[in-house]
């Protein structure tokens, strides 16, 4: 079992930043892929980001690309999102997704096994 918890949502406005931290724990975490998926009120889950095991291949939805920015430290069993450029439309809550490491399905929700609770991330107008 992965145990995952997200932080780092709140209210911010157009234009800002944020950054959101997911902490793992239950097991060796540089053996899994993380996510970020986020959804909207109404909408399905949807992919924002992925990163492999060792960080060096990673992957974006195009709605996000050259806003945000997924990283890792396996030292602190920990995966962030940096969010820029913030817009309403990014407003969602925000989910960390981990599973072993593959590169198949990488962008696929129903891939992953393991879920976080998630964040509020709210942009106003």
């Known amino acids: 079992q992965v145990q995952l918890v997200e932080s780092g949502g709140e209210l911010v406005q157009t234009g800002g930043s944020l950054r959101l931290s997911c902490a793992a724990s239950?097991?060796?975490?540089?053996?899994?892929?993380m996510a970020w998926f986020r959804q909207a009120p109404g909408k399905e889950r949807e992919f924002v980001a992925t990163i492999s095991w060792h960080g060096g291949s990673v992957d974006y939805a195009d709605s996000v690309k050259g806003r945000f920015t997924i990283s890792r430290d396996n030292a602190k069993n920990t995966v962030y999102l940096q969010m820029n450029s913030l817009k309403p439309e990014d407003t969602a809550v925000y989910y960390c997704?981990?599973?072993?490491?593959?590169?198949?399905?990488?962008?696929?929700?129903?891939?992953?096994?393991?879920w976080g609770q998630g964040t509020q991330v709210t942009v106003s107008s």
């Open positions: 997704a981990a599973k072993l490491d593959s590169t198949l399905a990488t962008l696929d929700l129903y891939s992953y096994d393991y």
């Open positions: 239950g097991r060796t975490f540089s053996n899994y892929r």
